[in-house]
């Protein structure tokens, strides 16, 4: 995936960068579950909806 979801996010004001480094670090610590489930858990997104279109977004980008 060319692109970061969290950077994604901040630059779209969905997450604040704390916020993403939060989710990270949860999965650093081994938090085996996806981005957007543990954004979702902490109250960061509401739904997937941010998430499915930055997956879109990269899903529609030219190979390189």
Known sequence: M??????????????????VATVI??????DARL????AIELGYLADNEPIDKFLELQDNKPQK
């Open 25 to 30: 670090n949860h999965q650093k610590e081994g």
């Open 2 to 19: 060319a692109g970061k979801i969290g950077e994604y996010l901040v630059q779209n004001g969905v997450m604040s960068s704390s916020q």
């Open 35 to 38: 981005f957007g489930e543990i």
